[in-house]
């Protein structure tokens, strides 16, 4: 071990600067008191990056710590790169969602294509291979040409690095509303699997082991990533900030992680860490905290692009595809003989010590010397004030007055960015590479089969927020954000082992923002413990506005769940011309209770549905109420039922309500179906206009209810809905079976051959339409939008 | 009956294929482009993916990769040699084949399914399909235009090396269902002799009816019947192509 070198004095800083870092006073003195002394420059730029909000959470931690983390499945809860679940057949899935919000405002392309690379490397730094990606965007509208340019950037970003890395985007979302104009989301998930007892963990046990540095070189690029752009608010001079977006290189990093997931197979390590934010300060602190050791390293030895980096920013650099590695000496040769085979950079630059503390030299003198706890683990932590949200009243359909046809106001919803088909977007993601994509992007949830582990079983991967449910009431937005991306994992006949989640909120210092977060927390809380999925990991992205207009507080839930045959999975899209189509869950209920009473039901779903925003802009009120317990029958019945056999198709009830739903299903097929070349677009863009094929009906029967209330009934939002169809003589099966589970369940009608919806109330037609027309307005809204100049 | 499956840093399609090829009772593994020397193998695939991060031009660093002068002598001595989509941007590169892939009319990277009509089913990777036969495939691309100089695309097509084409569902040529720009619809095209043949759309990735399309499968078996073929001529009479004049 080397011997101690004294810290130069000189170098010593005071207040001014740590204010300059983004810290506060108090926080410089708790540093202080940490050291016994004042920190060098090095120190205060570590200790700044792993104390921001972005790494230390600590504004968040307090309301973390009450989500339910633990359950059978669990074999990783969070504190790691990401959860883990137990899939059965040896295998532990691996996921987690992550947040590169702010660098996609930035610089749109590189911020993505980053946040990808991230959230892969947090995978396969677990050790597990990562088998499929999902992306949930937020956009401005896209009536303004800034709006359509982050878009094509961010899809063009995460195209071109998961395309290169052979990974599969299966699915995705993308919600567009003005409070995003300035301040883009994108949140990306990674799946992938290990063998469940070999988790690769970031630790650095046993002194006087090499600390190994892989990957890319280490240039100038990301340096205050973490704090400058994550945890910061912006203001109008923020492109100013674009030296602090990392730029990515998909080819290294595919070579990074074929040679690490060798290193693995081979059982060749320690632990591993990679270093994206905060980088080698990160890296260094995390492993030894998590191992009670300390690490020793010399920046010297760090390969670099630029000849002329101080130490202070080689250990604040957050330059891509890079990895910290500690091994045993004894396996040293072949780790590196690996990354030579990779043709990949790879150094000693340090080792594991005993005494807890991260020692930094250059060229032998010490520049660094704090406590890896102090950086990684007892940082500041804040409860901060907040104030509780208030619920709005509920919005009463007798109270919306609208003269608009039905027909009118479903093709004005299909046309919705939002609601409209995203096959602009997917179809520039390589969705099928690996060849384990049974359910490709478009459905409920992705269906991927776990082949390579020579198994008929699958997980079904799903990710999920409505913003305007949370904007409205944080507590009853978060419930039903969880309730959706698990029931959407159930749609496909898989049960839902875990979800993880990235919180996308404003500033965390003003008392009503904190105040939405700790509610969706809360609710977060109770839906997992009613549908019993444990959060097993995420992130949380405060700080998300431009000049003090925040986002809607954006609460994005990844769910995951395993299905034991993927061939079998069940499809969205309605499939037979005479299968019955049957409503199972909430409307069924209340589509019960008679239409004579006074007030049938006060709540149905128009509090942040697509038709009030559309329709009635100028009236908010409670988002839809959620029965959890209810919601938590009705998943147990989708999975029964798809486990017999028994269903065709089934289909969430989400944005749009029960019409959009049915128009979704009734296309499905034949979207899916097409092969020709303008498949983004409505297909009258092409030569000839050609009908599309294969196109399906539904002729539907509801009960009567009063005039003013039909909108409520077609386009309310009210959860724990799904069309199912099926043969005519599984019905009475899933009745019985629906019967068993106390879930409610009503015939809604049938499937047709003739391409026509039709919905009807006894003698009077609700809405009658063609499809042909409303798939056209559907499947080429985006891209119209996006093909404009 | 073996089939080598070469890879370079950056291809992502290597496991596929020996799926593939393992799907329909082949033999397969995979062959590090490190590797200078190949023996013992009755056919070799280029795999898709991104070689050396498709870096200056795609293909274009991975023809200096020390196994290509063995692939080189292999197709020399009569061997049969498939590029699935990175693997024909190799194939171009080395001049293996002729011609060049251009990025996609529109752009962008393009994934999804589309049609494909066989233009010829006597060569050693069509042999099991009927003539004209429509295979539904999958593509993931973003430079699939295939593109060369009028003299050489009409060489191509008077000796019949345009082995499959873009079509509709009747096996129609249109604009609408080329969905890259190719010259002439084209999806793959063949060496004189039949035996190098490179295409875009991925026959790996459709090889089971709950991901899609199993129309990969007259691929993988026409190769394994023509691998059959030539080990004794007798046995299949369809092998590889007859020299073109």
Not at chain 1, 109 to 116: E, M
Not at chain 1, 376 to 384: D, E, L, T, V
Not at chain 1, 529 to 557: D, K, M
Request: proline share 6%; hydrophobic share 40%.
């Amino acid at each position: 071990m080397p011997e101690a070198v004294t810290i130069l004095t000189d170098e010593l800083v005071g207040e001014a600067a740590a204010l300059q870092h983004g810290m506060t006073a108090e926080e410089f003195s708790l540093l202080c008191g940490i050291l016994g002394r004042q920190p060098t420059v090095t120190e205060l730029g570590m200790v700044s990056v792993m104390w921001s909000e972005h790494c230390s959470y600590k504004s968040s931690l307090v309301h973390l710590r009450t989500l339910p983390t633990e359950g059978p499945a669990v074999l990783q809860g969070p504190g790691e790169n990401a959860g883990a679940v137990d899939l059965g057949n040896g295998l532990a899935g691996v996921f987690k969602v992550e947040s590169h919000n702010h660098p996609s405002y930035i610089e749109p392309y590189q911020g993505a294509a980053t946040g990808v690379g991230g959230i892969l490397r947090d995978i396969f730094t677990m050790g597990a291979r990562p088998l499929a990606l999902l992306d949930s965007l937020r956009f401005g509208p896209l009536e303004r040409s800034k709006n359509r340019f982050l878009l094509d950037g961010v899809v063009g970003g995460i195209a071109g690095y998961g395309n290169c890395m052979g990974i599969p985007t299966v699915g995705g979302e993308i919600y567009f509303d003005s409070s995003y104009d300035r301040n883009p989301l994108v949140n990306v998930m990674c799946f992938g699997v290990a063998p469940a007892g070999r988790i690769v963990k970031a630790r650095a046990d046993g002194p006087g082991n090499p600390v190994i540095y892989a990957g890319a070189k280490t240039g100038r690029d990301g340096i205050y990533g973490v704090s400058l752009l994550a945890s910061a608010t912006f203001d109008a001079q923020a492109q100013e900030k674009r030296p602090a977006v990392q730029v990515g290189d998909p080819f290294t990093e595919k070579s990074l992680m074929e040679a690490c997931l060798e290193l693995v197979e081979q059982d060749l390590l320690v632990g591993m860490q990679d270093m994206g934010g905060a980088g080698l300060t990160c890296a260094t602190s995390e492993m030894a905290s998590n191992s009670g050791t300390g690490i020793q390293i010399e920046v010297a030895k760090v390969p670099r692009r630029v000849s002329n980096l101080t130490p202070y920013e080689v250990m604040l650099s957050e330059s891509q595809e890079r990895m910290m590695l500690v091994c045993t000496p004894e396996n040293l040769e072949a780790v590196m003989a690996i990354f030579g085979k990779w043709d990949l950079d790879a150094e000693v630059i340090g080792q594991v010590t005993d005494d807890g503390m991260v020692r930094v030299l250059d060229h032998g003198v010490m520049v660094a010397e704090v406590p890896a706890r102090a950086l990684a683990q007892s940082g500041p932590c804040y409860r901060r004030s907040l104030q509780e949200p208030q619920l709005p009243p509920t919005l009463r359909a007798r109270d919306l007055v609208c003269e608009v046809p039905a027909e009118a106001v479903l093709a004005a919803l299909l046309a919705d960015h939002s609601i409209a088909s995203k096959r602009w977007v997917f179809q520039q993601y390589d969705q099928t590479v690996r060849f384990n994509t049974v359910q490709r992007p478009g459905g409920e949830a992705a269906v991927i089969w776990l082949k390579e582990a020579g198994t008929d079983a699958g997980v079904a991967l799903s990710i999920d927020g409505n913003p305007w449910f949370t904007d409205l009431y944080a507590e009853t937005g978060a419930k039903l954000a969880v309730a959706e991306a698990c029931r959407n994992v159930a749609c496909t006949g898989a049960r839902p082992l875990g979800i993880t989640n990235c919180l996308n909120f404003g500033n965390p210092e003003i008392e009503s923002c904190m105040g939405q977060f700790a509610a969706a927390i809360e609710g977060m809380s109770q839906a997992c413990r009613a549908l019993n999925v444990p959060v097993t990991g995420g992130n949380v992205s405060f700080y998300n506005e431009t000049e003090e207009s925040p986002i809607l507080p954006t609460v994005v839930i990844g769910a995951l769940g395993k299905i034991e045959r993927a061939s079998e999975s069940v499809r969205s899209g309605f499939a037979h011309a005479g299968d019955a189509i049957l409503m199972l869950g909430a409307a069924a209920a209340t589509d019960e209770i008679s239409p004579s009473r006074a007030t049938p039901t006060e709540d149905t779903g128009l509090g942040g549905s697509a038709y009030v925003r559309h329709f009635h802009p100028d009236r908010t009120g409670a988002p839809p109420t959620i029965d959890l317990e209810l919601e938590a029958r009705l998943q147990n019945l989708l999975v029964e039922a798809a486990a017999e056999g028994l269903l065709r198709s089934a289909k969430d009830c989400s944005e749009g309500g029960l019409a959009v739903a049915l128009v979704e299903a009734c296309v499905a097929l034949a979207d899916g179906d097409r092969t020709d070349a303008n498949q983004a677009s409505s297909g009258e863009a092409s030569a000839g206009a050609e009908p599309i094929e294969g196109l399906l009906g539904a002729t539907i029967e509801l009960p009567e209810v009063r005039a003013q209330e039909r909108l409520a009934r077609l386009f309310g939002e009210t959860p724990s809905r799904v069309i199912v169809s099926l043969a005519h003589e599984q019905v009475e099966r899933l009745e019985a079976l629906a019967a068993s589970k106390h879930v409610p369940v009503r015939p809604l009608g049938t499937v047709t051959s003739e391409p026509q919806l039709v919905i009807a109330a006894g003698d009077s037609t609700w809405l009658r339409a063609d499809l042909g027309d409303l798939y056209r307005t559907w499947a080429g809204a985006l891209s119209a939008a996006m093909e404009q100049a | 009956m073996r089939v080598g499956v070469v890879y370079y840093p950056g291809s992502n399609c290597e496991q596929d294929a020996v799926w593939a090829c393992q799907a329909v009772g082949l033999e397969a593994e995979t062959i590090w482009h490190k590797r200078s020397t190949l023996q013992g193998y009755d056919a070799l695939i280029l795999a898709g993916g991104f070689s050396y991060g498709d870096h200056l031009r795609c293909g274009a660093i991975a023809r200096f990769s020390p196994v290509m002068a063995a692939v080189e002598r292999f197709a020399a001595d009569g061997g049969l040699v498939l590029g699935i989509c990175n693997g024909f941007q190799v194939l171009t590169e080395m001049g293996m084949l002729p011609g060049a892939l251009l990025a996609n009319a529109g752009l962008k990277f393009r994934c999804q399914d589309l049609l494909m009509r066989v233009e010829r089913n006597d060569s050693p990777y069509t042999n099991a399909c009927d003539p004209g036969q429509v295979l539904r495939m999958n593509m993931a691309h973003y430079q699939g235009n295939y593109f060369a100089d009028p003299e050489t695309v009409a060489q191509l097509e008077e000796n019949g090396q345009v082995v499959m084409r873009f079509c509709g569902p009747q096996g129609e040529r249109a604009p609408r269902f080329n969905p890259n720009g190719s010259i002439h619809d084209i999806a793959a095209i063949s060496d004189p002799s039949g035996r190098i043949m490179g295409l875009m759309p991925h026959p790996e990735r459709v090889m089971d009816p709950a991901l899609g399309s199993v129309d990969g499968r007259f691929l993988f078996e026409s190769l394994r019947d023509a691998i059959a073929a030539r080990q004794s001529p007798e046995a299949v009479s369809v092998a590889v192509l007859p020299q073109q004049v």
